[in-house]
């Protein structure tokens, strides 16, 4: 079953997105939209997870019978809006305006992590918490102007995989396949930057941050004190600390070094966090958790 999973929920998925972003590299009317298909791509691949694992109606509804659904919602949202939303391409935007453009951006994540994400027995400080992260961390990305090259898609991608491990930690492991589907088919991607130019783009960012806050948050609300909750806001903002490598100092350094610095925070951050809440949940001494309550 578990083999099943991982090759129709996150395997061919993957593939066929990674396939079809790389292929409009070659086509002369297609390269211009490469960046409108990243987020629908990794929003794609993100809610197909679970659709296989929940069925082709769970979005039919609203509100969704499984609270933890309304997370695909709003990657979905997310992509879609990413996509249409030219605004976003901030490329060769002058720097006074490149800031009110990554905020106007992170305002439109906030918003719809506000009102699309349902999470079953969330107090009101972490309603309006979730919203302000997914705002903060987009526009804190976005207003340095790196949206493409290979670190920017692997400072997500390594965050959104500790975040599936983080979620079979606690026992969701519908939420887990759904991150980690995110994280494996922006990995991809991002091996597609290196020969092809594939640009995650801020509409990619504002799609993969989206996931992270919400599957984190849906996960949070799930976990019976698996472990400490600060570990699910550590591994959420992981990304941001990929932002040492925009300092004006290492921007003077060789190419490779600012590479280190995008990807390398992130992941030993994220990384860290997941040893520490493996620990503190006893998984290296009580074998795996299970919440048979979790989605």
Not at 96 to 113: E, N, S
Not at 174 to 191: E, I, P, W
Not at 278 to 295: I, L, R
Request: include cysteine; charged fraction near 10%.
């Amino acid at each position: 079953m578990e083999q099943h999973l991982a090759l129709h929920a996150v395997l061919i998925p993957s593939l066929l997105a990674a396939f079809v972003c790389g292929a409009s590299r070659f086509l002369p009317f297609v390269r211009r939209i490469t960046p409108m298909l990243v987020p629908l791509a990794i929003a794609a691949v993100a809610v197909r997870a679970g659709v296989v694992q929940e069925g082709a109606s769970i979005l039919s509804t609203w509100p969704p019978a499984a609270k933890w659904i309304s997370a695909l919602a709003c990657i979905t949202a997310m992509g879609v809006a990413g996509a249409a939303l030219l605004s976003f391409r901030l490329d060769n935007v002058e720097d006074g305006w490149r800031f009110q453009r990554a905020l106007a951006a992170g305002l439109i994540a906030g918003g719809t992590v506000q009102l699309l994400l349902e999470v079953p027995g969330e107090s009101a400080r972490w309603t309006v918490a979730r919203a302000a992260i997914a705002a903060a961390m987009l526009t804190l990305v976005l207003s340095t102007g790196k949206a493409r090259g290979p670190g920017i898609f692997l400072s997500l991608a390594f965050p959104a995989a500790s975040l599936a491990g983080l979620l079979l930690l606690s026992g969701s492991a519908k939420l887990a396949v759904t991150a980690g589907s995110a994280a494996f088919v922006c990995g991809l991607l991002g091996l597609l930057a290196i020969p092809l130019r594939v640009t995650l783009g801020a509409a990619g960012i504002a799609t993969m941050i989206v996931a992270m806050v919400t599957l984190a948050a849906e996960g949070r609300a799930y976990d019976y004190d698996s472990f400490p909750s600060w570990i699910w806001l550590v591994v959420t903002v992981a990304p941001v600390a990929g932002l040492v490598s925009e300092l004006p100092l290492i921007r003077l350094l060789p190419r490779i070094l600012g590479f280190v610095l995008r990807v390398g925070p992130p992941l030993a951050i994220s990384g860290l966090a997941v040893v520490l809440a493996a620990w503190k949940s006893g998984a290296f001494t009580a074998g795996e958790s299970s919440d048979p309550y979790g989605p």
